[in-house]
Nanobody, 125 residues
Framework: QVHLVESGGGSVQAGGSLTLSCTAS????????MGWFRQPPGKEREGVAG???????AYADTVKGRFGLVRDNAKNTLYLQMNNLAVEDTAMYYC???????????????????WGRGTQVTVSS
């Protein structure tokens, strides 16, 4: 059963923008904490942004001020708006959902969480 479906990846030049989408099943969207991770080529997966228990959003330092999370409750969809993209943002981007706030700083989710299949973002200079 697929719980999270990402879309919106692609190729863009440095300085450009992309918006990724993650559509979740209703139960997942309403009950789980959601966020985004990425895995650059040859590197480990790292957290990008995710919701905290108090409703605030945690961002990785590398994306603060450039990326934003937006929820569309009518569509059970979480968006990652990415602006001023850099070559270093090239990665496979994964949506994640967990019963606890996703581990943005730890780069992982718990065993009760789910991963999407990922969508590729490539930024060229």
């Amino acid at each position: 059963q697929v719980h999270l479906v990402e879309s919106g990846g692609g190729s863009v030049q440095a300085g450009g923008s992309l918006t990724l989408s993650c559509t979740a099943s209703g139960d997942i969207y309403n009950r789980y904490y959601m966020g985004w991770f990425r895995q650059p080529p040859g590197k480990e997966r790292e957290g990008v942004a995710g919701f905290m228990r108090d409703g605030s959003i945690a961002y990785a330092d590398t994306v603060k001020g450039r990326f934003g999370l937006v929820r569309d409750n009518a569509k059970n969809t979480l968006y990652l708006q990415m602006n001023n993209l850099a070559v270093e943002d090239t990665a496979m981007y994964y949506c994640a959902a967990d019963l606890v706030p996703v581990g943005i700083y730890a780069g992982r989710i718990s065993t009760s969480g789910y991963w999407g299949r990922g969508t590729q973002v490539t930024v060229s200079s």
